[in-house]
């Protein structure tokens, strides 16, 4: 019995000492036959309760007197707080002499009150424990929800999103394993919170894409698998010894996805609030599916407007064809060995593909020409790059690569267009797609020569250096082709030794 | 039986406490404010504290620093209770050294196997 609940005691206690008068010697027995709270110390009232025969607890209402060694005890039966269980409200004469029928029935009476009384509290007290126990479930979604919430908030929506949700899955719900499956891509992610190892842990995981998947998607709702001897085991893959609580995840009427979580049979069954919990986390994850949807479908829809414009410069002039695929593979080359960060890595893939754009303001006839052009013709040139901004400047979604797009014809020395800018006062993405954008211009075939080797547009570059070309990254570049000779291959460059 | 002692003004919290750690073992006992929880500890220390930061009279911050100022030792373990938006306010509990946080609402699960744990590595220190 807790200090508290003694305490609580007393107060009732005190209550019928005041109620019954000078009287009686009172007190508050449990079922037991302990005394837990007496008036005064040395209570006479321990030994009257001692001698009590052992009864059960009597059941009639009201105050009952029962004679004892120590003298008449008057007791009522009471259910008492806490896991204190069953009691008694006892009270004693203190003299001798027997108490008046007026003092007994005013003890009745007090009896009758703080039994009722304290009656209340308790079931006021279960009352309010149950309604705890109802907002510990609560408090436990919310906390769950607040969880997904943050990592949802803190993220882009890649495929780490998901694992980071299974992980905090696996912990708030203390299962061993929580993971993601989706079939149709054989997909399938974990987060493990190991209570003890699994040794087939792969395997298990590999299988779940098969018979568990089919069955909850024909049930279409959450399975819950806790014995062992479960008929619906036969039904999933049998060398699975654990317990199983399976949510379908739906997109739409289709259920394409499904989470698991899997604990050792040792471990507490799965219980109604895992299951709620559970199913929380399948919607959100249903929820992150969807937007990942989303997201990738407007990725490709930019994806497919950039090709769409490369597409339209390509048409005017057949020799650039693949031009800005390979200058874009050869700047991000050289963007992963800057280790840009993934914000400059994405400006830098659109204003590399997109460098050349506006060369479609550029006439046939200059664009195409065989041969040199003429001071006038290279104006039009020049216009390229600011017209390459005019364009692209619509996009919202490109803010961040247009500089790459307007300076790529910069020059290190000051001495190129649009606005004659001078070392790195020309945008770091600009110089980059200048390096790749002169090697490949070098290396690829026009319409009025063939395209040089390797080795003659390094040469020739070196010589740049640092009048046209930013020195530092055409190392960075150089280096890239020395680690990487299959680049070369795969741009369909020439090597010195071919022409022997 | 181990015993956790809630410091907040807000009863619900203790009671939800409770009911979902009796399972597991634990007694709990409530403080409403620093300077309760402060006599709870000189008469009877617990075997771990759960405080709330916001509190009428002395509240959360205040009750670490007083305890660390009367018992350098740290007798048990702490757990200080705050919202999500307090994420940053967090510098004065590095300084005080072995003080673990948990996010309002309280995940009740959360705090029975924090609590396990956080009684292990006291075990392991001693």
Same mark, same amino acid.
């Given at each position: 019995?807790?200090?508290?609940?003694?305490?609580?005691?007393?107060?009732?206690?005190?209550?019928?000492?005041?109620?019954?008068?000078? /009287?009686?010697?009172?007190?508050?027995?449990?079922?037991?036959?302990?005394?837990?709270?007496?008036?005064?110390?040395?209570?006479?009232?321990?030994?009257?309760?001692? *001698?009590?025969?052992?009864?059960?607890?009597?059941?009639?209402?009201?105050?009952?007197?029962?004679?004892?060694?120590?003298?008449?005890?008057?007791?009522?039966?009471?259910?008492?707080?806490?896991?204190?269980?069953?009691?008694?409200?006892?009270?004693?004469?203190?003299?001798?002499?027997?108490?008046?029928?007026?003092?007994?029935?005013?003890?009745?009476?007090?009896?009758?009150?703080?039994?009722?009384?304290?009656?209340?509290?308790?079931?006021?007290?279960?009352?309010?424990?149950?309604?705890?126990?109802?907002?510990?479930?609560?408090?436990?979604?919310?906390?769950?929800?607040?969880?997904?919430?943050?990592?949802?908030?803190?993220?882009?929506?890649?495929?780490?999103?998901?694992?980071?949700?299974?992980?905090?899955?696996? !912990?708030?719900?203390?299962?061993?394993?929580?993971?993601?499956?989706?079939?149709?891509?054989?997909?399938?992610?974990?987060?493990?919170?190991?209570?003890?190892?699994?040794?087939?842990?792969?395997?298990?995981?590999?299988?779940?894409?098969?018979?568990?998947?089919?069955?909850?998607? /024909?049930?279409?709702?959450?399975?819950?698998?806790?014995?062992?001897?479960?008929?619906?085991?036969?039904?999933?893959?049998?060398?699975?010894?654990?317990?199983?609580?399976?949510?379908?995840?739906?997109? *739409?009427?289709?259920?394409?996805?499904?989470?698991?979580?899997?604990?050792?049979?040792?471990?507490?069954?799965?219980?109604?609030?895992?299951?709620?919990?559970? &199913?929380?986390?399948?919607?959100?994850?249903?929820?992150?599916?969807?937007?990942?949807?989303?997201?990738?479908?407007?990725?490709?829809?930019?994806?497919?407007?950039?090709?769409?414009?490369?597409?339209?410069?390509?048409?005017?002039?057949?020799?650039?064809?693949?031009?800005?695929?390979?200058?874009?593979?050869?700047?991000?080359?050289?963007?992963?060995?800057?280790?840009?960060?993934?914000?400059?890595? &994405?400006?830098?893939?659109?204003?590399?593909?997109?460098?050349?754009?506006?060369?479609?303001?550029?006439?046939?006839?200059?664009?195409?020409?065989?041969?040199?052009?003429?001071?006038?013709?290279?104006?039009?040139?020049?216009?390229?790059?600011?017209?390459?901004?005019?364009?692209?400047?619509?996009?919202?979604?490109?803010? *961040?690569?247009?500089?790459?797009?307007?300076?790529?014809?910069?020059?290190?020395?000051?001495?190129?267009?649009?606005?004659?800018?001078?070392?790195?006062?020309?945008?770091?993405?600009?110089?980059?797609?200048?390096?790749?954008?002169?090697?490949?211009?070098?290396?690829?075939?026009?319409?009025?020569?063939?395209?040089?080797?390797?080795?003659?547009?390094?040469? !020739?570059?070196?010589?740049?250096?640092?009048?046209?070309?930013?020195?530092?990254?055409?190392?960075?570049?150089?280096?890239?082709?020395? !680690?990487?000779?299959?680049?070369?291959?795969?741009?369909?460059?020439?090597?010195?030794?071919?022409?022997? | 039986?181990?015993?956790?002692?809630?410091?907040?003004?807000?009863?619900?919290?203790?009671?939800?406490?409770?009911?979902?750690?009796?399972?597991?073992?634990?007694?709990?006992?409530?403080?409403?404010?620093?300077?309760?929880?402060?006599?709870?500890?000189?008469?009877?220390?617990?075997?771990?504290?759960?405080?709330?930061?916001?509190?009428?009279?002395?509240?959360?911050?205040?009750?670490?620093?007083?305890?660390?100022?009367?018992?350098?030792?740290?007798?048990?373990?702490?757990?200080?209770?705050?919202?999500?938006?307090?994420?940053?306010?967090?510098?004065?509990?590095?300084?005080?050294?072995?003080?673990?946080?948990?996010?309002?609402?309280?995940?009740?699960?959360?705090?029975?196997?924090?609590?396990?744990?956080?009684?292990?590595?006291?075990?392991?220190?001693?």
């Amino acid at each position: 019995m807790s200090e508290a609940q003694t305490h609580g005691l007393a107060r009732y206690g005190r209550w019928l000492q005041h109620s019954a008068g000078q /009287s009686f010697t009172v007190g508050i027995g449990a079922g037991d036959g302990g005394l837990l709270w007496s008036d005064t110390a040395d209570s006479p009232l321990a030994e009257a309760l001692a *001698g009590l025969p052992a009864q059960p607890l009597a059941q009639t209402p009201g105050m009952q007197r029962q004679g004892t060694s120590a003298g008449d005890l008057f007791t009522r039966a009471v259910a008492l707080p806490e896991a204190a269980g069953d009691g008694w409200l006892l009270a004693m004469a203190r003299t001798d002499a027997a108490p008046t029928d007026i003092e007994l029935d005013a003890l009745a009476d007090a009896m009758d009150d703080v039994a009722a009384a304290l009656e209340d509290s308790t079931h006021l007290n279960a009352e309010m424990d149950l309604l705890a126990g109802e907002l510990a479930e609560r408090y436990e979604e919310l906390h769950l929800v607040y969880e997904i919430d943050r990592h949802l908030a803190n993220q882009d929506l890649g495929t780490e999103v998901l694992q980071d949700l299974l992980q905090s899955c696996a !912990e708030q719900l203390n299962a061993d394993v929580a993971c993601f499956v989706r079939p149709a891509d054989n997909l399938t992610i974990s987060a493990t919170n190991l209570s003890k190892p699994i040794h087939n842990l792969d395997l298990v995981l590999v299988e779940m894409r098969g018979d568990l998947f089919r069955f909850v998607a /024909s049930s279409r709702s959450t399975v819950v698998i806790n014995g062992t001897e479960d008929p619906r085991r036969a039904y999933i893959f049998t060398d699975m010894p654990y317990k199983v609580l399976a949510c379908p995840v739906f997109q *739409g009427i289709d259920m394409p996805a499904m989470l698991v979580l899997l604990n050792h049979a040792d471990k507490p069954d799965f219980s109604n609030s895992d299951r709620r919990l559970g &199913e929380v986390m399948a919607h959100q994850i249903a929820n992150v599916m969807r937007m990942q949807g989303m997201f990738a479908e407007m990725r490709r829809f930019t994806e497919q407007m950039a090709a769409a414009l490369i597409e339209a410069v390509e048409a005017k002039d057949p020799y650039t064809r693949g031009h800005s695929e390979r200058v874009h593979l050869l700047s991000m080359r050289i963007g992963q060995g800057l280790r840009l960060r993934s914000e400059e890595m &994405e400006n830098l893939h659109w204003g590399s593909l997109l460098h050349d754009v506006g060369k479609i303001g550029i006439p046939d006839a200059v664009l195409c020409k065989p041969g040199r052009l003429t001071a006038d013709e290279y104006t039009f040139i020049k216009v390229h790059p600011e017209r390459s901004y005019e364009i692209l400047r619509h996009v919202d979604r490109l803010k *961040g690569a247009i500089d790459g797009a307007r300076h790529h014809q910069e020059k290190f020395d000051g001495t190129g267009y649009p606005h004659g800018l001078r070392g790195t006062n020309i945008p770091l993405l600009a110089r980059i797609i200048a390096v790749a954008d002169t090697y490949d211009s070098i290396t690829s075939s026009r319409a009025y020569r063939a395209g040089s080797t390797h080795e003659a547009a390094v040469k !020739e570059m070196t010589r740049v250096s640092g009048t046209q070309l930013d020195a530092e990254l055409l190392d960075v570049f150089l280096r890239i082709c020395d !680690e990487d000779p299959a680049l070369l291959v795969q741009l369909g460059v020439r090597r010195e030794w071919d022409d022997q | 039986m181990k015993r956790l002692l809630v410091v907040d003004d807000e009863p619900h919290v203790a009671r939800v406490l409770r009911v979902s750690l009796a399972k597991d073992g634990w007694a709990i006992e409530v403080a409403h404010d620093g300077a309760e929880a402060l006599l709870a500890i000189a008469t009877n220390p617990p075997d771990v504290m759960i405080t709330d930061i916001q509190m009428p009279g002395m509240g959360g911050e205040a009750l670490c620093h007083e305890l660390h100022a009367r018992y350098p030792t740290r007798p048990f373990p702490i757990l200080v209770m705050t919202s999500m938006t307090a994420r940053d306010q967090r510098d004065w509990a590095r300084a005080l050294g072995g003080i673990e946080f948990l996010e309002k609402p309280v995940s009740p699960r959360r705090v029975a196997s924090l609590l396990t744990q956080m009684l292990d590595q006291e075990k392991k220190h001693v």
